[in-house]
Nanobody, 120 residues
Framework: QVQLVESGGGLVQAGGSLRLSCAAS??????MGWFRQAPGKERELVAC????????FYADSVKGRFTISRDNAKNTVYLQMNSLKPEDTAVYYC???????????????WGQGTQVTVSS
């Protein structure tokens, strides 16, 4: 059974930091991504990373503030979020797929999500 389990969400003040983790089990993924969905908005890609970690992609809104990384020995992907803003408030999901893409529908497996709330 394939599972992706996120952790690390919570409530933080603007300017603060959080580190999200996503532990995968049951298989490995060539590409992994972090997405987020705010109330009333569509799910959007935040960042994605290749198997080696040598290729990454970030949404413009998080460039310079967020860093995606992965530890293949632990089958885990991370999202370090710094300088958080109230507009970063959303449910954050990790996803696994065969290749890096911004397309939500191209990822095969999803976690259950973790809430991130940034207060002003």
């Amino acid at each position: 059974q394939v599972q992706l389990v996120e952790s690390g969400g919570g409530l933080v003040q603007a300017g603060g930091s959080l580190r999200l983790s996503c532990a995968a089990s049951g298989r490995t993924f060539s590409a992994m991504g972090w997405f987020r969905q705010a109330p009333g908005k569509e799910r959007e890609l935040v960042a994605c990373i290749s198997w080696s970690g040598g290729s990454t992609f970030y949404a413009d809104s998080v460039k310079g503030r967020f860093t995606i990384s992965r530890d293949n020995a632990k089958n885990t992907v991370y999202l370090q979020m710094n300088s958080l803003k109230p507009e970063d408030t959303a449910v954050y999901y990790c996803a696994g797929g065969r290749y890096m893409t911004v397309l939500t529908g191209s990822y095969d497996y999803w976690g259950q999500g973790t809430q991130v709330t940034v207060s002003s």
